[in-house]
Structure formats: C-alpha cells, structure tokens
C-alpha cells in the first residue's frame, strides 16, 4: 500500500464576505488560514484505477458543481478514477467564500479555488510512498 498527504492554502483575500451566519460579515485580519487537504491511497502496483483520494475543504459546504470540477481535474493528471474521488467540506462557518447563507460569492477567488483544491490531491497522488496502515 501506498499513501501521501498534501495541503494547499486556500486562504481567500482580505474584504470578502464569510458565509455562515445569514448575515455579512467582512473579512479584515486572518486568524487561521484556509486549507485544501487532501488523503491519495494506491496500491503497490500503483495501478491509479485502483486508487482513492478524499479531499477536505475549509468550507461550510461543497456545492456539487465544485466538486465535480475538481475531480474532474484530478482524474485527467493523475488517471484515479471519477468515482474513487471524494470531495467534503468541513463545514466551517469562516470558510471559503462560495456564496449562500446570508454571504456573498467572490467569483475571482472562486474561479481560482478548484486549481488550488486540485493541485492539493495531484501533489499528494506525486508524492505516494510506501505505508502501513
């Protein structure tokens, strides 16, 4: 079994809405940064038809359009499969901003953030090594 982790900051730009709370709220100062997170498991063989990836996003949610992009992406550089991809947000309320509850899209920053959440899995998927689980 192979295996590799990677994190790719997704920290939007200072001014954008926070979504989360049905009321706008900017941001001004950054506490925590954003991240995409993303978990590649493959089999020695290194077969990429048999191999998985999870990816975590700092979000409050994931809309299926996003996720769908992303994997879309990560199945054309690395060859994993559509299906053996996952896409998840952590649900949290200072998030990236994608728009909805009470908060407004940053289409800039969203038209930028599938890449960076790609690139997370794809630089994962390069860096597989040997594991024990």
């Not at 996003?66 to 309320?93: C, M, Q, W």
């Amino acid at each position: 079994m192979k295996c590799a982790f990677y994190e790719k900051e997704v920290t939007p730009p200072l001014g954008g809405d926070i979504p989360g709370y049905y009321v706008h709220r900017l941001t001004e100062d950054v506490v925590d940064r954003l991240f995409a997170r993303a978990v590649v498991f493959a089999p020695d063989t290194g077969d990429a038809a048999q191999t998985v990836a999870v990816l975590t996003l700092d979000a409050v949610n994931c809309h299926r359009a996003l996720g769908d992009a992303i994997k879309a992406r990560v199945t054309e550089f690395t060859g994993i499969p559509y299906e053996n991809i996952a896409v998840i947000a952590n649900h949290s309320h200072y998030g990236i901003p994608h728009g909805g509850y009470g908060s407004d899209r940053d289409d800039e920053y969203m038209a930028l953030l599938p890449r960076l959440a790609e690139d997370a899995v794809i630089l994962a998927y390069k860096r597989l090594q040997p594991c024990k689980l």
